[in-house]
């Protein structure tokens, strides 16, 4: 079943489907060691020239609304892409993605984003479970799961862009466990 990529709202962002316009931006802000190095190994480094385009076409948009639902991070006040959320229906074993621009790290923008996402996977998309995962010592990632409710399920052998890394935490959220997170503490 299709379902378009809807543009959502939180208090502090506009997200909105990725598309090709949102290359430069998203080239200024992802080519960073210190965002990339966190990252699955098969993302490239050194990042080429035209990167962003090509995953953009060959990657993203095929399969955009399909089996895949990427979004753009966007300040409401200040147009212009800030960092992206990427979820996708076939868990790999997760089934999502995300990054922000170091320079708009630590004001809980990332955790307003996926909370938003999280309840659209749930209520529109009709997933099941979400399973997560994180290179074990990407701390900032392992908080976002922690801080909405995730549950650290497994440790398991990985690798990443950062040879440092060499193994990646798998959680899990329920549908039922997130309607809980979001009533709050009984
Ligand atoms: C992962 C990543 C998006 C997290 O960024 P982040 O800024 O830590 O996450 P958030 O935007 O949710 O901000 C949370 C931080 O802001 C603080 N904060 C400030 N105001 C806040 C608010 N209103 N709500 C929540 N947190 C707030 C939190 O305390 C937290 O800081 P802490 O972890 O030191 O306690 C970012 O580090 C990144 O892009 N890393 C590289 C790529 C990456 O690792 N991707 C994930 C691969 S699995």
């Not at 074993?93 to 621009?101: D, I, N, Q």
């Not at 996402?117 to 997933?127: G, H, S």
């Not at 900032?140 to 497994?154: C, F, P, Q």
Request: aromatic fraction near 12%; charge should be positive.
């Amino acid at each position: 079943m299709s379902t378009p990529v809807p543009t959502l709202t939180t208090p502090r962002l506009t997200l909105i489907a990725l598309s090709l316009t949102d290359c430069a931006d998203y080239e200024r802000h992802f080519i960073d060691y210190e965002v990339i190095r966190h990252l699955a190994r098969d993302v490239p480094w050194p990042y080429p020239a035209g990167g962003a385009a090509k995953f953009i076409r060959d990657r993203v948009l095929p399969g955009q609304g399909q089996n895949r639902w990427v979004w753009g991070l966007h300040r409401r006040e200040v147009p212009g892409l800030i960092g992206a959320v990427d979820l996708w229906r076939e868990g790999r074993p997760e089934h999502r993605g995300f990054w922000l621009g170091r320079q708009f790290w630590g004001q809980g923008l990332m955790t307003e984003a996926v909370i938003r996402i999280t309840d659209y996977a749930f209520d529109v998309l009709e997933f099941e479970e979400l399973i997560f995962a994180n290179a074990l010592g990407n701390e900032r990632s392992h908080n976002i799961k922690e801080r909405t409710g995730a549950d650290l399920v497994e440790v398991r052998p990985g690798s990443f862009v950062d040879p440092a890394y060499d193994r990646r935490e798998i959680w899990r959220l329920t549908r039922d466990k997130w309607r809980r997170w979001k009533r709050g503490p009984a």
